[in-house]
C-alpha cells in the first residue's frame, strides 16, 4: 500500500491550498483517514480527521478554515485550507487505517511521505 501526497506549496497569509492523497495497492477497505502537520522541531499534530461513513473531526485551531473530504471510488482524501495563517507552515503528512484484504481481520496504519506547505505573512 502506497500513500502519494500532493498539492503543497507556497501561498500567502490568507490565501488557499487544497492537498490530495491517493491511495494504492492492496486495499480491501479503508477506515479512518486524516492529515497531519508537522512544524520544524515539533511533534506532527493531528490535523483532520474523517471516518469511513464520512464523519470529521478537527482541532479548534482549524475548525471553519479546514475541510477534509474523501473519494472512496478513487481511494482518495483531500484536505482543503482556507485563510491559511503563517502558523500552520509545516509538512502536511496523510494517514490511513487499512484493512489490506477480504482475507485478513487486521488493519494496518499507513503514512504518506509528506507535502510541504508555506504560509509567508
Known amino acids: 500500500v502506497q500513500l502519494q501526497a500532493s498539492g503543497g506549496g507556497l501561498v500567502q497569509a490568507g490565501g488557499s491550498l487544497r492537498l490530495s492523497c491517493a491511495i494504492s495497492g492492496s486495499i480491501f477497505r479503508i477506515n479512518a483517514m486524516d492529515w497531519y502537520r508537522q512544524g520544524s522541531g515539533k511533534q506532527r499534530d493531528l490535523v483532520a480527521t474523517?471516518?469511513?461513513?464520512?464523519?470529521?473531526n478537527y482541532p479548534d485551531s482549524v475548525k471553519g478554515r479546514f475541510t477534509i473530504s474523501r473519494d472512496n471510488a478513487e481511494n482518495t482524501v483531500y484536505l482543503q485550507m482556507n485563510s491559511l495563517k503563517p502558523e500552520v507552515t509545516g509538512v502536511y503528512y496523510c494517514?490511513?487505517?487499512?484493512?489490506?484484504?477480504?482475507?485478513?481481520?487486521?488493519?494496518?496504519?499507513?503514512w504518506g511521505q509528506g507535502t510541504q506547505v508555506t504560509v509567508s505573512s
Open positions: 494517514h490511513a487505517n487499512i484493512r489490506p484484504s477480504i482475507a485478513v481481520v487486521y488493519t494496518m496504519d499507513y
Open positions: 474523517i471516518t469511513s461513513s464520512g464523519n470529521t
